[in-house]
């Protein structure tokens, strides 16, 4: 069975000042993937990054950064330069084997306020 | 950007109705998928599907039902609406390949008076 655990309900960060939002995982599947979504106060999920198992660099999308420790099972989310717009829920999750149709199993969400 | 449609996005509706909530993707996704999720909580699949004629429930067990007769379309239905299915209802579709992204609808708020 799939686990992620997500240990901060809520974090705050200073406009333009970096964050880390933890994510750690279990799972037996030896191939998987995670993901990061962003779920504004809207209620539409938005797709922000992706980690392979198997991928030998950490994944980065434009101020968004993936800091995956395969041997510790984390996938921490870092947020560059924060903006006043970054402020949302924060989803991690994990769908087992590359290519498997199997959905994602989510963790319980980070809600990020940024502050001005 | 993903094309992937729900409605209603709000609805209120009281107890004993049917209700059926409509899901349509564009994008020629085999898979498709529903989410329940309360406010400010995880998200829970309650149904999926991985093609036309093929249904399947999800971790959490759900009074509502699902059909999928058309590749694009996977709409979700209450018979009897009660008051504990009031949540946000979120629908995604994936085509399976490459990093199996999920790509979400905007979601369908349900209130059950």
């Known amino acids: 069975a799939q686990k992620i655990t997500q240990t901060q309900p809520g974090m705050f960060v200073q406009e333009k000042e970096a964050v880390t939002l933890d994510c750690t995982y279990d799972?037996?599947?030896?191939?998987?993937?995670l993901f990061w979504y962003k779920q504004p106060s809207s209620g539409e999920m938005i797709f922000l990054i992706y980690q392979g198992s198997y991928d030998q660099q950490n994944a980065t999308e434009g101020r968004y950064s993936l800091n995956f420790q395969k041997a510790r099972k984390s996938a921490n989310l870092v947020i560059s330069a924060s903006q006043l717009g970054d402020s949302a829920m924060y989803f991690c999750a994990m769908r087992a084997s590359p290519g498997s149709a199997r959905q994602l199993t989510f963790g319980s969400g980070t809600q990020l306020t940024v502050l001005p | 950007e993903a094309d992937i449609y729900q409605t209603p996005r709000y609805l209120v509706i009281g107890t004993g109705k049917k209700i059926t909530l409509e899901c349509s993707q564009t994008?020629?996704?085999?898979?498709m998928y529903w989410y329940q999720q309360d406010p400010g909580m995880e998200l829970h699949l309650i149904h999926y599907s991985y093609g036309v004629n093929s249904t399947e429930k999800g971790d959490l067990s759900s009074e509502s039902t699902v059909s999928r007769i058309r590749t694009e379309h996977f709409p979700l239905t209450l018979e009897s609406a009660r008051p504990s299915h009031t949540s946000q209802y979120l629908c995604a579709s994936s085509s399976g390949l490459d990093t199996g992204e999920l790509f979400f609808g905007e979601g369908s708020r349900l209130t059950v008076l």
């Open positions: 799972t037996s599947d030896p191939s998987y993937g």
């Open positions: 994008m020629g996704h085999d898979k």
